[in-house]
């Protein structure tokens, strides 16, 4: 990723030109801009290659749920951002996809101050019309923080 961290949406043709695995590349080099939620959250995409990505970020204050730890949305969107990613490296050009249903396991709170995450998504089945696959947050230690499922449909652009 370049040094100057850009965030935006691309435009449809440029979505369209290119694989998904390429797209999701181009945005990991900073080719193209972090989507916008990478902006609004605190993290971004770091790593796409066939069948797995990865994202990072570190929780800040403005996560804090009404007792004090980190709101497990934050965790839920890094894990839908990383899964549904790692369906999307398999992508054809043409086409693209959307997360049909998302399942969360927490297995530990996120404390303020625990550091950066990494949340990496990898494929379990990657078919002509769904994908499904796989994802874990983890601390720089390895620790699992939560981990998860998600089912996406893929189609034909229109």
Avoid: W
Wanted: negative net charge; glycine residues 12%; contains cysteine.
């Amino acid at each position: 990723m370049s040094d100057q961290v850009t965030y935006g949406v691309v435009d449809k043709e440029t979505l369209l030109s290119m694989s998904g695995l390429a797209f999701l590349q181009a945005i990991a080099s900073g080719a193209l801009p972090q989507p916008p939620i990478c902006e609004t959250v605190g993290f971004a995409l770091v790593e796409a290659r066939e069948g797995f990505v990865a994202f990072e970020g570190e929780p800040l204050p403005a996560h804090f749920n009404p007792i004090g730890s980190i709101h497990g949305g934050y965790a839920a969107t890094l894990l839908d951002s990383c899964m549904a990613c790692a369906v999307q490296t398999t992508v054809p050009q043409g086409s693209i996809y959307t997360t049909l249903e998302i399942k969360v396991h927490y297995t530990r709170a996120i404390q303020p101050g625990v550091g950066r995450l990494r949340a990496e998504g990898t494929v379990i089945h990657a078919g002509r019309t769904t994908g499904t696959s796989e994802g874990k947050l983890v601390d720089e230690t390895g620790r699992i923080y939560a981990h998860g499922t998600t089912t996406c449909l893929i189609m034909k652009a229109a």
